[in-house]
């Protein structure tokens, strides 16, 4: 599962340089492409809450697992006679959703943690950093597991544990930008003003780490995404009449060799929301940082 | 030098001693084990029966010390579902699954260090983009997707390997190995796209540093530059994410051995999982988590006896 | 008294679970099973040749009749079958471990009963020859067959069966071994002579002796049967792969005909798709529970694959809470099933595999009634009946326990029910869950969907009384149930077709269909067992031509 294989943190990666300015309002192809992805999935997920072609509740028992056109179903019916199109619609609310929580709980953990590891003495901040570590060695369909034995099965119980296993590598990011601002002259003149350290963090930190952040959280819902659809795939997330790409992909697999197009659809949607995001923030990061673009 | 070491040895173990407690709290302390044990068998008395079967009546930290006691003798107590002792079956598929990881990581490096090294050298021409595209697409496919794709063209349609099954590498190495091709090829070819993105990364920014600028001044090849002297220094942070990534192959099994029925640790903690067998989930989970930081502790170390940067310290 | 020791099995057709309701509902345990190889109960004796009249069981040769295998059998051959399955045992020891799983791989294959259940639900001869009922039910005299072995060599005599009645009365510590214990004494009266005294009549207990609970086991082995099996079985334990499969081998000293095929391996896969691919691939040659059968059309190739549709007990339902408002209104729950188009179902979530039903039976039930439209799809009905109980603005909520034919019926359920004003909300429940909460009081649910695998078993599900999950409470029902068990063969047979009329017209639950014995098979491979009979995956007529 690449959720659960990609680095959770990107050592290598470049360091976060300058934060503030975004170099040359170059082109960036990157950007542009995962951004246009990205807003696809948000306006689909937008349109799916006024309309959609059928209710995604509705089984046309007339037409199971029937080809794209029959019955009227643009891209053909699943299994249970249910329209593909409407599902892979509602579904996308169902990623935006999840990993929005997930993204979330990540975020607001992990900023404030990652900010008071680059501001505090560095003891602390070691101290701070080795808990992180340990908890990078709770991923995020380990920290799954861990959760369905204790509170069950659920789309939520999913959600709170990507959050969760998420958070290290907010603070591992983030902290590391703290620390590029920190030492950058003005902070230094404002610290030698006398101005306290949660306003220096609110400030100056916070508006400066704001690019870094969001990065991260494009970075963190790709992952987000892939690893509700494992969980779907284990049996661990959401019910069989919730819509999630996660789950058609479950449902069609049974039927590969029979129906192939059952899961083409969702495959391609998880694929493409993954790439979205994960271009996007790549652009992104390209944008902020000039070492990788401006070569 | 030596304190390095050693320092980071203490870290690691005491990493190791809270991440067990982490555990221990989660799955002993929140909700009712005894409940879970029984089920619906849970009559008052059948639970009060199980609590000191169980030892729940102890103090906690009681209980705590002597799981942990147990542990560091490779006791790791027996199921109260299955009622069989968990350590062995922790080592039987733990080896499974190394066998497992241990190929899917061949394969990411073999993916890895070519696609990542050209698209680096590249970078610039449209070459170049088609490389990180084609990395950024094998990062965006679910291994389990993956998984059953391969399996629906190689084994089903084609029949020229088997569709998942485990085969013991002592009494068949040609079977073995039949069998392993489909499932390290998903979990490498996936992990090969990730490990890609670092090797064009490294070799990037050594491609800006100036050894590699007096090099090519000298009339070497920006090939042979690269090759020569770039590659060499690149492999220092790809080695640290192959560290990284390692863990995360580790994981990330849990899902390609339920796609091609091998019976490793994954399966097991899927397994048990399912049948709410907290005691062996605890095992396993601590198991994994322990392994995760002994890599880290690993890596760091060589890290540090490696780079000279660091040595200098 | 008979209902009280009928115990209930609830199975799921594939993560699996077996909920056994011992001595009115209380003591269950989560465990295993596949379904299609339900554990059974008769409380009635109808189909059973003994009770009080004092029958006599007749000599057939072979085994028992659990095999369909028919006419030209091949030499016995040293090629090796492999079977694919859904649960795998925790242990072999079932006498300490509830769950399918176990018997379904040892029981007939490597340890034998005294008798057996045929195919069509009689009892035929095991281990014993033939056997005499005294005219007041309560002696049992059993001729043993001699010359049987234990796999260790040792003979088999009579006082290895009264070791092992004793010892399901005395050790074993799963609630099934209950049935044993109206068992007074069990005598040796020579090596191949064994007499049971009952403490009272009991027309279930031959019928138990089919089952785990009648395992001979020799007593030189039983402090090792968590990993250990000997038996006199055709097959023998030979090993375990833990995660993996369970492989047994031909018995060369087995007693009656040597068993065909070598090596048996029970394969066990946690994943659908998984199991099928390895059939296409050759890997197994059988699998045991289909549990996608819209994924059966990749096995339509009949030069290549067998599919075995024949019958189990199971009735798959959507139970409804009867006690619980606005449930416990009969017009509500008539709603429900009028909004239900049930044939639509089957073929949408079973591939059209099954039977419809409209009440707690399936078609091999003596009492059968056709009762399958009694509700035909009708919504305007419904809205009216909702209309009357008002009820125009219901929502409901259905449990779902991890079972594949839940998660595939309930689907169109909600969508049907939609159509009639219904909104039903479907909750994922773990199985400990939905034994804690909703077999178990307080019985917390709306609607639930799992299917009731016990043969005969309406006595126990639908008792009358609401001390049962479904809370159906009827008087009527009780006492006809009562007096059927203990009247003569023509009351029991019109007392219970009433019964399944009665629960019908309440609408006590919305049964959906009867479950179906789906199987896949290379085409080659014989002697497949059409019908979920007993206990056991029996393996002994199987082989490949």
């Known amino acids: 599962m690449t ?34 992805i990205v807003a696809l999935i948000v306006a689909t997920a937008l349109v799916s809450f006024f309309w959609t072609p059928f209710p995604t509740i509705l089984t046309d028992t007339d037409h199971l697992a029937s080809p794209p056109g029959a019955g009227g ?70 920290m799954a597991l861990i959760f369905a034995t204790v509170f069950g099965a659920s789309i939520t119980s999913a959600m709170t544990a990507i959050g969760i296993a998420s958070v290290p590598s907010f603070v591992r990011v983030v902290r590391s930008g703290t620390i590029v601002v920190m030492n950058a002259d003005y902070v230094l003149a404002a610290r030698v003003a006398g101005r306290r350290s949660p306003a220096i963090a609110l400030k100056h930190v916070l508006p400066n780490i704001a690019g870094l952040v969001i990065v991260q959280c494009s970075v963190s819902y790709a992952i987000a995404i892939l690893a509700e659809a494992a969980l779907s795939y284990l049996g661990l997330a959401g019910g069989p009449t919730t819509p999630s790409w996660g789950l058609m992909l479950f449902q069609g697999q049974a039927v590969i060799a029979g129906d192939p197009l059952l899961v083409i659809w969702p495959g391609v949607a998880i694929g493409l929301a993954v790439l979205g995001f994960n271009l996007f923030g790549d652009g992104l990061r390209d944008r902020y940082d000039p070492r990788l673009s401006g070569r | 030098m030596w304190w390095q070491i050693v320092r980071r040895l203490l870290i690691f173990l005491v990493s190791a001693l809270v991440a067990s407690i982490v555990v221990f709290v989660l799955l002993t302390v929140v909700g009712d084990p005894a409940r879970t044990a029984l089920g619906t068998n849970a009559t008052p008395q059948a639970l009060a029966e199980m609590r000191l079967r169980m030892g729940l009546d102890r103090p906690i930290t009681t209980q705590y010390l002597s799981w942990i006691g147990g542990m560091a003798h490779g006791d790791f107590g027996t199921s109260f579902v299955t009622q069989l002792p968990i350590g062995p079956q922790i080592g039987e598929r733990l080896l499974v699954t190394l066998w497992l990881v241990a190929g899917g990581m061949v394969v990411a490096l073999v993916v890895a260090l070519p696609l990542g090294t050209l698209a680096a050298l590249w970078h610039r021409r449209v070459a170049g983009w088609i490389l990180s595209g084609l990395s950024q697409l094998g990062i965006a496919v679910p291994a389990f997707l993956a998984g059953i794709l391969l399996i629906a063209a190689f084994a089903v349609e084609l029949g020229w390997l088997p569709s998942g099954s485990y085969v013991v590498p002592a009494t068949d190495p040609i079977g073995f190995l039949k069998h392993m091709v489909l499932p390290w090829a998903s979990l490498g070819l996936v992990q090969g796209a990730v490990l890609a993105r670092y090797v064009r990364s490294a070799v990037l920014d050594e491609m800006g540093q100036d050894y590699l600028r007096t090099a090519r001044a000298k009339g070497m090849t920006l090939w042979r530059a690269v090759i020569r002297h770039g590659l060499r220094n690149a492999s220092i942070p790809v080695l640290t994410v192959l560290g990284v990534q390692m863990i995360t192959v580790l994981i990330g099994a849990v899902v390609v051995e339920r796609v091609f029925v091998i019976p490793g640790i994954g399966s097991f903690l899927v397994d048990s999982v399912a049948r709410q067998d907290r005691l062996a989930v605890q095992g396993i989970v601590v198991t994994i988590v322990v392994i995760s930081l002994a890599v880290s502790f690993l890596v760091d170390t060589a890290y540090a006896l490696i780079d000279p940067r660091l040595r200098r310290r | ?63 028992s009749g659990s095999s369909s295998s028919s006419g030209s059998q091949p030499a016995p051959s040293d090629g090796t079958l492999t079977l694919g399955l859904v649960l795998e045992p925790v242990s072999l020891d079932f006498t300490t471990q509830s769950g399918a799983a176990i018997p379904q791989v040892l029981l007939d294959n490597v340890y034998e009963t005294l008798v057996n259940q045929a195919q069509d639900g009689t009892i035929v001869p095991g281990l014993a020859e033939k056997w005499t009922v005294s005219p007041d039910g309560l002696t049992y005299d059993f001729t043993l067959r001699s010359g049987v072995t234990f796999s260790d060599g040792e003979p088999f005599t009579a006082d290895d069966a009264v070791f092992s009645i004793n010892y399901v009365k005395t050790k074993w510590t799963v609630n099934v071994a209950d049935a044993m214990k109206v068992v007074a004494s069990a005598t040796a ?21 089919t089952t785990r609970i009648g395992a001979m086991m020799s007593p030189k082995h039983v402090d090792k049967l968590a990993t250990e099996a000997i038996g006199t079985g055709p097959y023998v334990f030979s090993n375990w792969i833990h995660g993996d499969s369970i492989t047994l081998t031909r018995n060369p000293h087995y007693w009656g005909s040597t068993a065909l095929e070598k090596t048996i391996v029970f394969k066990y896969f946690s994943d659908p798709t998984a199991m099928n691919n390895a059939l296409l691939t050759d890997q197994i040659q059988v699998i045991t529970t289909v549990q996608t059968p819209p994924a059966l059309k990749q096995f339509d190739d009949k030069s290549k694959y067998t599919i075995i549709d024949g019958t189990t007990n199971g009735k798959v339902m959507m139970t409804m809470n009867d006690a619980r408002p606005p449930l416990n209104d009969v017009r509500v729950r008539q709603a429900i099933n009028y909004a239900l188009d049930k044939p639509a179902i089957l073929k949408a979530a079973w591939a059209g595999y099954g039977t419809v039903i409209g009440s707690h039976e399936v078609p091999t039930d003596p009492w059968y009634v056709d009762l399958a439209n009694r509700y035909p799809h009708d919504v305007a009905k419904a809205k009216q009946l909702l209309a009357e109980a008002g009820q125009t603005h219901l929502t409901l909520t259905l449990a779902l326990p991890p079972v594949p034919y839940a998660a595939a019926a309930a689907p169109i359920i909600v969508s049907q029910l939609a159509d009639a004003g219904i909104t039903v909300k479907t909750t994922n429940v773990t199985f400990d869950n939905w034994l804690a909460k909703i077999f178990a009081k307080p019985y917390d649910y709306d609607l639930t969907i799992i299917n009731h695998v016990e043969q005969y078993d309406v006595t126990t599900v639908f008792d009358g009384t609401p001390d049962y999950y479904t809370q159906y409470t009827n008087p009527k029902v009780a006492e006809l149930e009562k007096q059927g068990l203990e009247g003569d063969h023509a009351t029991f047979i019109a007392d219970f077709q009433q019964v399944m009329r009665i629960l019908a017209d309440d609408a006590a ?7 179906p014995n789906l199987m896949v098979a290379d085409a080659n491979v014989r002697g497949l067992p059409q019908n979920a009979i007993g206990e056991s995956l029996n393996v002994f007529g199987l082989y490949t031509s």
Not at chain 1, 3 to 30: D, G, I, K, V
Not at chain 1, 77 to 89: F, H, K, N, P, V
């Open chain 3, 189 to 209: 009266v020579s090596p191949t002579e064994l007499k049971v005294v009952l403490s009272h009549p009991d027309n279930l207990w031959l019928f138990k002796m």
């Open chain 3, 1 to 63: 008294m008979i209902r009280k020791r009928a115990r209930l099995l609830v199975s799921a057709a594939a993560v699996a679970l077996v909920v056994s309701a011992c001595t009115a509902g209380a003591g269950l345990q989560p465990s295993s099973s596949t379904g299609d190889q339900s554990t059974q109960s008769a409380t009635g004796g109808s189909t059973t040749p003994s009770g009080g009249s004092g029958s006599t069981g007749t000599e057939t040769s072979g085994t």
């Open chain 3, 509 to 515: 639950a919305a049964w959906l269909w009867a479950f």
């Open chain 1, 3 to 36: 959720a659960f294989m990609t680095p959770p943190t990107m050592p290598p990666m470049p360091e976060p340089a300058l934060l503030t300015n975004p170099s040359a309002q170059r082109r960036n192809p990157l950007l542009l492409v995962g951004g246009v």
């Open chain 1, 73 to 142: 179903h643009l891209l053909g019916t699943d299994l249970y006679g249910r329209d593909i199109a409407s599902w892979l619609m509602v579904g996308a609310q169902t990623t935006l959703y999840v990993g929005i929580v997930a993204v979330g709980i990540a975020a607001v953990i992990g900023t404030p943690l990652g900010i008071l590891a680059g501001m505090v003495r560095p003891a602390w901040s070691e101290f701070l950093m080795r808990i992180t570590d340990i908890w990078l060695a709770f991923p995020a369909l380990l």
